[in-house]
Nanobody, 129 residues
Framework: QVQLVESGGGLVQAGGSLKLSCAAS????????MGWFRQAPGKEREFVAA????????YYADSVKGRSTISRDNAKNTMALQMNSLKPEDTAVYYC??????????????????????WGQGTQVTVSS
Protein backbone atom coordinates (compact mmCIF):
# COMPACT_ATOMS: atom_id res chain seq x y z
CA GLN A 1 0.00 0.00 0.00
CA VAL A 2 1.11 3.53 -0.77
CA GLN A 3 -0.35 6.53 0.99
CA LEU A 4 -0.15 9.83 -0.83
CA VAL A 5 -0.62 13.28 0.68
CA GLU A 6 -0.72 16.44 -1.39
CA SER A 7 0.14 19.92 -0.18
CA GLY A 8 0.90 23.32 -1.57
CA GLY A 9 -2.46 24.31 -2.94
CA GLY A 10 -4.02 27.67 -2.25
CA LEU A 11 -5.39 30.89 -3.66
CA VAL A 12 -3.24 32.73 -6.16
CA GLN A 13 -3.80 35.50 -8.65
CA ALA A 14 -3.68 34.86 -12.36
CA GLY A 15 -0.11 34.90 -13.56
CA GLY A 16 1.19 33.62 -10.27
CA SER A 17 2.90 30.39 -9.36
CA LEU A 18 2.36 27.46 -7.04
CA LYS A 19 4.35 24.37 -6.24
CA LEU A 20 2.34 21.31 -5.34
CA SER A 21 4.00 18.53 -3.41
CA CYS A 22 3.10 14.89 -2.95
CA ALA A 23 4.55 12.91 -0.07
CA ALA A 24 4.37 9.15 -0.18
CA SER A 25 4.55 6.66 2.64
CA UNK A 26 4.10 2.96 3.05
CA UNK A 27 6.36 1.97 0.17
CA UNK A 28 9.05 3.53 -1.90
CA UNK A 29 7.68 5.23 -4.97
CA UNK A 30 10.79 4.30 -6.89
CA UNK A 31 8.93 1.59 -8.77
CA UNK A 32 5.92 3.72 -9.63
CA UNK A 33 5.04 6.11 -12.38
CA MET A 34 3.67 9.20 -10.68
CA GLY A 35 1.05 11.52 -12.02
CA TRP A 36 -0.96 14.64 -11.32
CA PHE A 37 -4.61 14.91 -12.20
CA ARG A 38 -7.15 17.63 -11.53
CA GLN A 39 -10.87 18.00 -11.32
CA ALA A 40 -12.72 21.27 -11.59
CA PRO A 41 -16.28 21.70 -10.32
CA GLY A 42 -18.75 20.11 -12.68
CA LYS A 43 -16.04 18.61 -14.84
CA GLU A 44 -14.45 15.22 -15.19
CA ARG A 45 -11.05 14.47 -13.76
CA GLU A 46 -8.30 15.21 -16.25
CA PHE A 47 -4.67 14.35 -16.65
CA VAL A 48 -2.13 17.08 -15.92
CA ALA A 49 1.35 15.55 -15.93
CA ALA A 50 3.26 12.34 -15.29
CA UNK A 51 6.83 11.29 -14.61
CA UNK A 52 8.26 7.82 -15.01
CA UNK A 53 9.91 5.89 -12.19
CA UNK A 54 13.39 7.24 -12.88
CA UNK A 55 12.35 10.83 -13.42
CA UNK A 56 13.94 10.86 -16.85
CA UNK A 57 10.69 10.90 -18.77
CA UNK A 58 7.87 13.38 -18.32
CA TYR A 59 4.66 14.14 -20.16
CA TYR A 60 2.25 17.05 -19.89
CA ALA A 61 -1.27 17.82 -20.93
CA ASP A 62 -1.38 20.49 -23.60
CA SER A 63 -3.24 22.76 -21.20
CA VAL A 64 -0.22 23.03 -18.87
CA LYS A 65 2.69 22.31 -21.20
CA GLY A 66 5.31 25.01 -21.06
CA ARG A 67 3.92 26.36 -17.77
CA SER A 68 4.47 23.38 -15.50
CA THR A 69 7.29 21.11 -14.42
CA ILE A 70 6.85 17.74 -12.77
CA SER A 71 9.68 16.27 -10.76
CA ARG A 72 10.34 13.54 -8.24
CA ASP A 73 12.85 12.65 -5.56
CA ASN A 74 12.78 8.92 -4.99
CA ALA A 75 15.20 9.18 -2.09
CA LYS A 76 12.74 11.42 -0.27
CA ASN A 77 9.67 9.61 -1.60
CA THR A 78 8.24 12.84 -2.93
CA MET A 79 6.96 14.32 -6.14
CA ALA A 80 6.22 17.91 -7.08
CA LEU A 81 4.45 19.98 -9.69
CA GLN A 82 5.66 23.51 -10.25
CA MET A 83 2.98 25.57 -11.97
CA ASN A 84 3.69 29.02 -13.40
CA SER A 85 1.65 31.59 -15.25
CA LEU A 86 -1.46 30.24 -13.62
CA LYS A 87 -4.82 30.91 -15.24
CA PRO A 88 -8.33 30.92 -13.78
CA GLU A 89 -9.03 27.75 -15.76
CA ASP A 90 -6.36 25.98 -13.71
CA THR A 91 -8.69 26.17 -10.73
CA ALA A 92 -9.37 22.63 -9.56
CA VAL A 93 -8.63 20.04 -6.95
CA TYR A 94 -5.27 18.52 -7.81
CA TYR A 95 -4.60 14.86 -7.09
CA CYS A 96 -1.36 12.97 -6.84
CA UNK A 97 -1.44 9.37 -8.06
CA UNK A 98 0.88 6.38 -8.32
CA UNK A 99 0.89 3.61 -10.88
CA UNK A 100 2.89 0.40 -10.76
CA UNK A 101 5.07 0.81 -13.78
CA UNK A 102 8.78 0.94 -14.49
CA UNK A 103 8.52 1.94 -18.09
CA UNK A 104 11.47 3.77 -19.59
CA UNK A 105 9.17 6.54 -20.73
CA UNK A 106 5.75 7.89 -19.93
CA UNK A 107 3.18 6.23 -22.17
CA UNK A 108 -0.38 6.96 -23.17
CA UNK A 109 -1.64 4.58 -20.51
CA UNK A 110 -0.02 6.80 -17.90
CA UNK A 111 -2.36 9.64 -18.82
CA UNK A 112 -5.43 7.64 -17.87
CA UNK A 113 -6.51 7.84 -14.25
CA UNK A 114 -8.15 4.44 -14.34
CA UNK A 115 -4.68 2.90 -14.64
CA UNK A 116 -3.41 4.35 -11.37
CA UNK A 117 -3.36 2.27 -8.23
CA UNK A 118 -3.10 4.86 -5.47
CA TRP A 119 -4.51 8.35 -5.01
CA GLY A 120 -4.14 11.18 -2.60
CA GLN A 121 -7.00 13.18 -1.14
CA GLY A 122 -6.31 16.23 -3.25
CA THR A 123 -5.33 19.83 -2.71
CA GLN A 124 -7.38 22.82 -3.85
CA VAL A 125 -5.88 25.32 -6.27
CA THR A 126 -7.86 28.49 -6.90
CA VAL A 127 -6.69 31.07 -9.40
CA SER A 128 -8.41 34.42 -9.27
CA SER A 129 -8.67 36.69 -12.28
Amino acid sequence: QVQLVESGGGLVQAGGSLKLSCAASGRTIGIYTMGWFRQAPGKEREFVAAVNWSGRSTYYADSVKGRSTISRDNAKNTMALQMNSLKPEDTAVYYCAARRSMGSSVAQVDTMGVNYNYWGQGTQVTVSS
